[in-house]
């Protein structure tokens, strides 16, 4: 399966640090940017590269030449005019006639590719785009995904409303059927053009979640952090393959203000220093998940569809002050009957309504979490009873909707 990396980018944004080379020459850590991304296929097996280049194409080729001194093969399409990131695959579409990889070549990144592969695999799709939550959805192009992955919508900045926090992270498996929504000979982006065009046709886009790193290094600030992270092993430790510690968090009177029944996007108001207290999690390197009984939903006051509304309004309310959930878990349940609207396939003794550990146990499946070294926090006995069932770390309870509770617990659980 062939790679295809983009790397014809000028990086005007930080030539203060680079100065006269192509941006995917940039170094971090000592390396081109680029040879850390053919390292990372490699150790995936995946060792035919096809390198589209533009501005300085000829120092990528210069240093890497056949790829025989890192052990793979690399072929070369060099631009003649820039042709946005995605104009070049039109000129190189006799050379993808299977499904290939899509890198670009100014993102550092750890990926466990084989798990992304094989979700491509699983649902056919025809393009699979790697997505995260990232601390500014505000200004970001985001993408709305079904329950199964499948992309429904896209939306560009400037986007007003409320959204989930799901940013196209520039990481994509295409199959060759993908190139027919490429014009040839013109310059166009997969996220303004190729991707909504593409939709509107019908394809099957899937979005892959993942909270593994990848990130630009667009500024001389975000350059700098990156070159920290590689460093620090951050990047490789956030590969999916190694196990995380979580912060599982109860969602009403914990991060937002709870309301009794809450069954509209009106009612859902934030805590003071909830953000504050989800961003120190993210800057911490936990997973930040929200595992929330919602028998709202059993009782019919809520359908999926406006709890979805209430969840997005509470991602972008996070995400105007930089935080941000990795998950979300609901339990739509409700054991005992006897309400006249409600609705009976919900009514059932489940294994995911808190104190059960159900939602925990499905997260540290689904995201590797490491529950030895995982918190939960919660405002009823039974958020605690759910996390010492999950066998967490320590499990403990805060004072219901009142200020700066959850900051302070976890700021004495980070000491
Ligand atoms: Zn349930």
Redesign the pocket.
Known sequence: MKVVITAGGKGTRIRSIAGEIPKAMIPVNGKPILEHQIALAKRYGFTDFLLLTGYLGNKIEDYFGNGSSWGVTIEYYQEKEPLGTAGAFAEVSDRLTSDFWVFYGDTVMDVDMVRMLDFHRVHHADATLFLHPNDHPFDSDLVEIAGDGRVSDFHPKPHEGYFRNLVNAALYIFSPSMLRHIPAGTKCDFGKEVFPQALALGTNLYGYVSAEYIKDMGTPDRYEKVCADVASGKVARLNSRNKRPAFFLDRDGVINREVDLLSSPEQMALLPGAAEAISRLNCAGYLAIAVT?QPVIARNLCSLHDLQHIHNKMETLLGEAHAYLDAIYF???HPDGGYPEERPEYK?A????KP?P?MLLQAAREWNIDMSASYMIGDRPADVQAGEAAQVKKSIMITSNTANALLEAVNTLLQ
């Open positions: 009984n339990c739509p349940h059932i489940c294994s995911c309504r059960k159900g």
